[in-house]
Structures are given as C-alpha cells and as structure tokens.
C-alpha cells in the first residue's frame, strides 16, 4: 500500500464509513483493496469504533458492486466531489 496523506486517509476512512460507497470505489480511488482498508481503520479507530464499524459493514450488500440490487440512482453525498475531487463521479 502506498503511504497516503492525511486528507487522503481521512477520506477513505470516510468513504469506508458510508454505507453505501463500495470497497471497489476506495480501490479505484485510492488503489487500497477491502483487506487494506480494513487493517487501515483498525489501526486509526479506537478498537470500540473499529468494532462498531465491522459490525455495520460484515455482509452489507451496498458495500460491495457485485452484490448490490441496483444500478442506476446510487446515492452520492452533495459534497463528495468538493472533498475528495473524485474521478468516478
């Protein structure tokens, strides 16, 4: 994994907490796969937060491109690209 920068790293950790942003997005994004993201939100969550995390994300549907039920009308959040400058919106 390549060393991110600060605004790089709070901007996965958000994009990790949304439910409905993919791990395929924060991969092609920042070319980080779910087992990098995973290890990189236990390292910079408090352990009560990193397990609260797990919890919600283990087996959700929306957080993995293969498993959603829907295509079109994803849900963008109005600020992303002003955040994160992102190339796939």
Known sequence: ???LSERELNRVIEMAWE???P?????????????????LMR?????????????????RNTKHLAKRSFVEG???CSRQRAISNNKIT
């Not at 791990?23 to 290890?39: L, M, T």
């Not at 390292?43 to 087996?59: D, I």
């Open 23 to 39: 791990f395929d997005a924060i991969a092609f994004q920042f070319d980080i796969d779910e087992k990098e993201v995973i290890k």
């Open 19 to 21: 439910d409905r942003t």
């Open 74 to 76: 994803r849900f963008k």
């Open 43 to 59: 390292k910079h969550l408090k352990p009560s937060s990193f397990r609260l995390w797990r919890k919600r994300v283990s087996g």
């Open 1 to 3: 994994m390549k060393p």
